[in-house]
């Protein structure tokens, strides 16, 4: 990952976690790989609560957990869950509950024997009523005895999800917890995570999806190429997302004429032609879309092809590191 | 599950640690069930089977003691013992580190050292049946005393003691442990270790077989140490490999 340049966009501002005794709390964290940045100057501060960490695949997301949870060290700055250092303070491990994104399991047990296993590793008394708590809490309970080698991706991952709840952690941090579940499932998990929010828990939640991210709760961290690009309500940055220029690729018979229509209507705030179609770049997407059609109609254009190219997340984080 | 208490301030809460002898046994079954694999287990059976075979082979030819001794030098010590135990004790927590499931254990209220302890006492437990079995059958059915039998169970006992706690800190150090290990075995003991004294002084085998020649009184080259020196220095090697292996956990990134 290389340095990049610093943001060009209002986005709402990374709340400052020096002198914030959060549940969990990073200042100015950087983390290299040899001469890879990993992690750069990132600072935030969370507490008790949903907090979405939203980022591409590749943005640091899962190396910035693994230094919450203490499994590697940070280059620079400092984390503090707790208010003490996970790599170093045994004890506060047993506060902490990491469900990994890597789909690693002990498949020769099966999910109890697994949940029970973290239980006793977390010191949690009586470990076979939490660890029935737990695999209830993600609806396993009816396939507890079943070697964990013959279970479904999205099987797999509740049962991960068990194995962290079941010391009942005040710190709960999630790599893409969601992926590989149905409709049903995800549901049912945001819910739950919900739940252990309000009931006090630090829930950290990762995502590379944002209708997912939509759904976990109103506080999102956006981390993109190693950096924290933007932090803060949702609502907020969904309203930043919408307010970017889209771009959308048009075909038609004749791209010339309908491009200069285009142009002279005032729909679109920059214009190109390539290969039979018209690239628009337009800041009103709506308005675009309703006058695309009815002007192609009264030019006698054909229109082959309407493809917005930017709806990805991809291209949003783009624009929130870049302005463009 | 348990609801969280929210008004219950983080002094109130419990500080739970897991007791050491609770995390070495927890370790220790887990990493057994890991290492219990069929393959790996016909493999190793298969090739610690070539010492009674040889054995025998030497026995049904009216064989002398220095022949014996040599066969269980050179085969049961130098071959299958640190084999097996390569294979076993580098796994312990190299296999954990490998598919992810060191996790597990690393991210828990529990000191670093009961899981090396728990996991060579796991690579032991498979290691020793598999290895001594065959090569104190090999050393009774060569049918030269109970020198060599008494000689190769307190030797081949120090030599998977000892060769499974140096392997487990190669495995928990080193991701390609088994070049690394084989490398150990085949290069540094069964060639460098003979260019003189210094050298040898780091090939466990010179141990093994200084006790091996201190029960038969057979002559044989690299193994010149005291019984006393070929049982208390791998053993204090064992002890100082675990260490070395607990620190390394403790300092290394888990994935």
New interface residues.
Partial sequence: MTELPPPVVQAPAPPAPTNYPGMIAVDNVSKFFGSVVAVSEVSFSIDEGVTALLGPNGAGKSTLFRMMCGLTPPSRGTVQVLGTDPRHDRAVRGRISLVAQQDALFDHLSASEFVVFAARTQAVRDADDAAAGALEAVELSDVGSKPLGQFSKGMRQRVKIASALVNDPEVLILDEPLAGLDPVQRRNMIALFHRLGDEGRCVLVSSHVLDEVARLGSRVLVIAQGRLIASGDYRDLRDLMDDRPHRIRVGASDPRKLGSALVDHGLVSGLSLDDGYVLVDTLDVDAFGRQLAVLAVDLGVRLTEVSPLDDDLESVFRYLVEGR | ????D?QRS?AD?P????PSL??IA?TYR?VL??LTSRGRIIALTMLALVAPVAGWALGSSDASLNDAVRLIASIGLGLVIPVVALVFGGAAIGDLRD???L?????????RWPIVVGAAGAAWTLTAPITLIPVVAAAILTGTGSGIVTGTLIAGCIGVTVYVAVFTFLGTWLKRFIVWGLAYILIWEGFVARAGPGVARVALRKYTRSILVEQTGVDLDLADFSLAVGIIVPLLAAVVALALAAWRLGAQ???
């Avoid at chain 2, 996790?103 to 000191?111: D, G, H, I, K, N």
């Fill in positions: 599950m348990t609801t969280v929210t983080d809460r500080v739970r640690e897991v609770t995390a927890l887990i069930r890991q598919d992810k499931t996790v597990y254990l690393w991210l828990r209220p529990m000191a990134d888990i994935d």
